[in-house]
């Protein structure tokens, strides 16, 4: 028996369609943010990212559900989402006029952190067209039911941006559901998101509402106390350590909360510095526990997008085969090879995974 009732893809237009905010990286390379002379661009964001990484890494069909203000700015993230492959005709463009007095475009620079210095965000995302949106912006029952998509996929970063956008969330993971979309949720949690709309405690009110509606719900080391309000026991603060046991006592909680989650999965690291993590994850299905291998000491050249990577392989390997051993084992994978190369977005290809998965290593290819 499958563990997901998943649509087939001759079916449906897209694989997996996301929705969420999609911002400009701006990176200072081995530099700081403060000092730094010239940055490198990227796109990057959270939901947005998982679509990235089935489209480049594994070749599935993938679209993405944003609003952008039309200026050179905007037209720049539509060129680097269509570089990724990402279909863009779903993006709402809003006029922009002409010094972002109504409307923007987020930017996000981030520095890479090294060894006891942790990695830095610094956004500036205030007034822009993704925080912006309504539920009534978008026509989901043409983009689920006419177009239609095997899964779905959103989270806590863009149902955090503003007092309308978890209204966009609950309307179209309702529609996805009305379809037969399998719904996956990341909880993402950002305190910085949060703190102007009603702190920690509006961030569980939003998000045990939204977790009603999902199928699939992932979450990292601190996202599913933060967001949802389930402890994990034996996990330090720093989170040093990991007590494999705490986290699936958690998520038993979690899955007899929300009897509606079909698979619940997360990454486990353990931050030993910025540079060297240990790092592997865990997912639940059809009331199992499947872990994925823990890689010890882990080399990182950028943290950011990790979890975002897993969350693409996770689903990768319930689209392709419906089986949560496999699934985990590829998001662990993917996400680790992220973590290898700049960016927001994966650079890996799905050979390496999938050698990475078999327990191949480092040896130079020929």
């Not at 079916?11 to 700081?32: A, F, K, N, T, V």
């Not at 809003?94 to 007095?101: M, N, T």
Request: charged content about 25%; glycine content about 12%.
């Amino acid at each position: 028996m499958s563990v997901l009732n998943i649509k087939d893809a001759k079916d449906c237009r897209y694989d997996i369609i996301s929705l969420g905010e999609i911002m400009l990286r701006l990176d200072p390379g081995d530099d700081r943010i403060h000092t730094a002379r010239q940055f490198a661009a990227w796109e990057g964001g959270g939901e947005y990212n998982v679509a990235r990484g089935l489209r480049r890494c594994f070749g599935l069909r993938a679209g993405v559900l944003t609003a952008f203000a039309d200026n050179p700015v905007g037209r720049l993230m539509e060129d680097f989402i269509l570089q990724g492959g990402v279909d863009t005709s779903l993006i709402k463009w809003v006029p922009y006029d002409g010094i972002g007095r109504s409307v923007r475009n987020g930017i996000n620079f981030t520095e890479r952190g090294f060894g006891c210095r942790g990695a830095r965000g610094c956004s500036d995302r205030g007034n822009t067209a993704a925080s912006q949106l309504k539920a009534s912006d978008f026509d989901f029952d043409y983009i689920f039911g006419k177009l239609g998509a095997r899964w779905f996929h959103t989270g806590g970063i863009f149902a955090a941006l503003s007092e309308t956008t978890p209204e966009v969330v609950i309307a179209a993971l309702k529609a996805a559901k009305k379809y037969g979309t399998i719904t996956s949720y990341d909880l993402n949690y950002r305190p910085s998101l949060w703190k102007g709309i009603g702190g920690q405690e509006k961030a569980r009110e939003v998000n045990r509402e939204l977790a009603k509606y999902v199928d699939v719900m992932i979450g990292n080391e601190e996202d599913f106390t933060a967001s949802l309000g389930f402890e994990v026991e034996g996990v330090d603060e720093n989170l040093t350590k990991l007590d494999i046991g705490g986290f699936k006592k958690m998520i038993e909680t979690a899955v007899k909360a929300y009897p509606n989650f079909k698979v619940t999965a997360t990454t486990l690291r353990a931050v030993k510095s910025a540079s060297i993590n240990d790092w592997g994850a865990i997912c639940w299905a059809d009331g199992k526990f499947y872990q994925a291998r823990q890689r010890e000491n882990l080399e990182i050249f950028d943290r950011v997008g990790g979890g975002d990577s897993f969350a693409s392989g996770l689903i990768y390997g319930f689209l392709t085969f419906n089986d949560p051993e496999k699934a985990v084992n590829y998001g662990a994978a993917h996400g680790a090879l992220a973590m290898t190369t700049p960016g927001d977005t994966s650079m890996a290809t799905k050979a390496e995974v999938e050698k990475l998965v078999g327990g191949g290593g480092a040896r130079v290819d020929r």
